[in-house]
């Protein structure tokens, strides 16, 4: 049974979705790139995360054709440059977005990053393109826990639907305070680089000796521990991006996973938390 995490009321999700960065930059894996997300979605992984940024927008355009004809079978998040974060850039830059992914709204928009630009202006921004009806909840990324309580104590700043952060068994420093406190006030996390990019972001993760012996013992692969080791965490979402059918295919089959406290106690201790507040890690 897959597990279903209650993000909004009207939606519940999949607590596995589908990220798009590095999609749209290359033709020749352009009809690989549609499949596997077209797969995905057949497989119930509906969440699909873009941006502007990705490919200069080349990623939505694979993600428009990924979801021709089944747009409301997808919940489609999207994200504006810090640069673009407030007044009529904000707007402009939503609807080339919404232009791009050949859709007349975005189920959540979230700023990437915070820039130089007030989050009050950004607030407002989001406000007025929810009343426009081009976005129907708007979220942040990569913002650490100060930055969250600067947006707690902004008119309208906690009306903000998600957190969009780099959380993997590797890096585990949003433990310390930014997850228990997303957690507290019910704000959904979504978890980018679940895969810390397939070992990339940290070497000897995906051939750890712990890692490969739980993975044989349970039948599975290090990929699938890692994405339910992230997912078991309380409001957490993994967005692993897949560019083969055969890699969607096994992150699908991660939700039908399951780890006992042993098992996660195995993981962690391969790969303790900090235990003390760090910087947010960032890609
Ligand atoms: P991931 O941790 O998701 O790793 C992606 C890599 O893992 C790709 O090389 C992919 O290969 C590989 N992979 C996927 N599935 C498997 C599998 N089952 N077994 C082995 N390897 C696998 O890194 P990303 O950086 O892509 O992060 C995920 C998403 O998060 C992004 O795509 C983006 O949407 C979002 N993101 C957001 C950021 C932000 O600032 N808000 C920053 C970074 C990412 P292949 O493509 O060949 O399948």
């Given at each position: 049974m897959a597990k279903k995490i209650s993000f909004y009321a009207s939606k519940p999700l999949p607590a596995i979705g589908q990220g798009t960065w590095?999609?749209?930059?290359n033709p020749t894996q352009h009809a690989d790139e549609v499949h596997a997300l077209r797969a995905g979605i057949d497989l119930g992984l509906t969440l699909i995360d873009t941006a502007e940024m990705y490919a200069d927008g080349g990623a939505e355009e694979v993600v428009a054709e990924a979801i021709s004809g089944r747009r409301d079978d997808v919940f489609l998040v999207s994200k504006v440059y810090p640069w673009n974060a407030g007044g009529q850039r904000a707007i402009a830059a939503c609807e080339g977005s919404l232009k791009r992914l050949k859709?007349?709204?975005?189920?959540l928009y979230l700023l990437h990053w915070r820039g130089d630009i007030p989050l009050e202006e950004t607030v407002s921004a989001m406000q007025q393109l929810i009343e426009q009806g081009k976005i129907r909840r708007w979220g942040v990324s990569n913002l650490d826990a100060a930055d969250m309580q600067a947006l707690w104590n902004i008119?309208?700043?906690?009306?903000?639907?998600a957190n969009q952060v780099l959380y993997h068994l590797a890096s585990?420093?949003?433990?310390?305070?930014l997850l228990p406190w997303c957690q507290q006030q019910q704000m959904p996390v979504m978890a980018y680089c679940p895969l810390a990019q397939a070992g990339r972001l940290r070497s000897g993760l995906m051939n750890h000796p712990a890692l490969n012996e739980l993975a044989s013992h349970k039948g599975v692969t290090i990929a699938q521990l890692l994405l339910v080791w992230v997912i078991h965490h309380d409001g957490v979402m993994a967005i692993p991006k897949a560019g083969s059918v055969a890699h969607v295919k096994e992150n699908a089959a991660a939700l039908d996973v399951v780890l006992n406290q042993e098992e996660i106690a195995v993981m962690e201790k391969a790969f303790p938390a900090p235990g003390r507040k760090t910087p947010l890690d960032m890609v």
């Open positions: 590095y999609m749209g930059e859709t007349d709204y975005l189920d008119a309208g700043g906690r009306e903000c639907a585990r420093g949003i433990e310390h305070d």
